[in-house]
């Protein structure tokens, strides 16, 4: 009887063995899992970071010939005595920069001749006039772009103010009327 009682004693001794050394590897698991995860997220971070920082470089690169094209314009400019050629040879470069722009997603925006919108416009001015539609633009003062299909930068624009405009006087439906009169009611209530 006596090595039977020294066979349970060592079996619950030796399964408390394994579970603490399965313990312990779990554990050594674990720590490197969570290392390995901060070491992601330290090298996601850096690569967030370059890319931010040298994403402009590829624009940047683009750039360089149309200021490159800029330099030997101004240069030949001061020799020059056909002010046409030099004309011609900077409308060469605008045109070499628009089409950069349009490669890159950037296109300008149509504003003249088409209704005042706030969301694509700036006004600076109000024109009195009755030669246009009222709330159209007249003319646009600085070209507005998008960019990818959002609004880069907004059209700054005059706006026609036409007196001639008619007025909507047309009368009000029964549900148009009873909403004023439920909101005066709100508003006084």
Do not use: C, W
């Amino acid at each position: 009887m006596a090595e039977e009682e020294l066979k349970e004693a060592t079996v619950p001794e030796s399964a408390a063995d394994e579970k603490d050394q399965r313990l312990a590897e779990l554990e050594g698991q674990y720590k490197r899992l969570a290392a390995d995860f901060e070491n992601y997220r330290r090298r996601q971070t850096q690569e967030r970071e370059e890319l931010v920082k040298f994403a402009a470089s590829r624009v940047f690169e683009n750039l360089l010939p149309v200021v490159d094209n800029l330099e030997r314009a101004i240069a030949s400019s001061r020799k020059a005595t056909d002010v046409q050629q030099v004309l011609t040879g900077v409308e060469l470069i605008q045109r070499q920069m628009m089409d950069f722009l349009t490669k890159s997603g950037v296109v300008p925006m149509e504003a003249q001749g088409t209704p005042f919108d706030p969301n694509l416009h700036e006004a600076i001015a109000q024109i009195e006039t009755s030669e246009a539609p009222d709330q159209s633009v007249l003319a646009e003062v600085l070209r507005g772009y998008y960019l990818n299909g959002k609004v880069l930068r907004h059209a700054m624009v005059q706006v026609a103010n036409n007196p001639n405009a008619t007025l909507n006087t047309e009368p009000k439906t029964e549900m148009a009327a009873n909403a004023a009169d439920s909101h005066k009611e709100d508003n006084h209530g």
